[in-house]
Structure formats: structure tokens, C-alpha cells
């Protein structure tokens, strides 16, 4: 059984809009679906604004997945290192975490998005952002009805 969310925890936007909201502190685990090429640029600043606001597990999804994953691994550690010198190993209440899911299905994606990214703590939103309302948003707005939940 899959996990339900509360509507309040699960935050969707495009890219425009996540640059022009803004956030609470908070912990976020962010899945990216990504139906077009990115724009590197774009993506860096996204990156970097989503580590601001506590991003702590970023995830991939569609067409461009694994491109995007290597640029959140190639962002992620040269900030940290930028930050804290070459040989810092963070400890692991500051690991952030990163996958690519380019070959999965909006379902498993999003179990494993819900149920596999140790998000326990009340304040933790889960944040999904994307560049195209294309296929693969539409394909997970399909999937998000079986995890989501209205509060009566």
C-alpha cells in the first residue's frame, strides 16, 4: 500500500514558478521531471535555490534523467567543496542525497519518491518540479491521485 500524503506536504511547480515562490524552512525531497532538453543555466539556479531552501534528496525523471542527475552530482559536490575545502566528508545529517529514474514508470517513481527517500519529520514537503507540461507530468499527475489524500 502506497503512502498517502497530505495535500499540504506535496508541493508541484514549474521551474518559473519554484525561482518566484518562496519557502519556509523546511526539508524538501525534490523530484524533477524533466520532458524537454534543460537549459543548464536554468537548472543550476534551481539546483542551487533548492539546496538553499533544505533540499536534502533530489530525484530525476524523464527524457533528460540521467543529464540531470549528473549535473545535480557535478553542482552538489563542487559546491561542497567550494564551501569546505577538497577532502570534506560531510556527515551524514548534511548528505544530500541524488537518483536518476529515466526508465521507470510514474508509479514506481513516485513509490519510490514517497516510500524510499527517509522523509519522517513533520516539517518535510515533498517538492515536484518540472520544465514542460508535457507527457511525463501528465503521466504523474495520473500516478498522484493513489498517493494523495484530501483532509476532511
Known sequence: ???????????VLSFEEFLEH????C?????????KEPNHNELMIIIKEALKIGTKYFLSWGMYADDLHD???DLIISEQMEKNGVDYVP????TIMTTAH???TAEDVLFFYFNC????SESHKFLILYNDAGKY?????????YYTKVEK
Do not use: Q, R
Not at 507530468?137 to 491521485?145: C, D, T
Open 1 to 11: 500500500m502506497p503512502a498517502a500524503i497530505n495535500n499540504d506536504e506535496l508541493i
Open 22 to 25: 518562496s519557502f519556509c524552512c
Open 27 to 35: 526539508s524538501f525531497t525534490a523530484l524533477f521531471v524533466i520532458d
Open 71 to 73: 549535473l545535480f552530482d
Open 91 to 94: 556527515p551524514l545529517a548534511e
Open 102 to 104: 529515466s526508465a521507470e
Open 117 to 120: 527517500t527517509g522523509a519522517k
Open 137 to 145: 507530468i501528465s503521466e504523474l499527475s495520473v500516478a498522484l491521485k
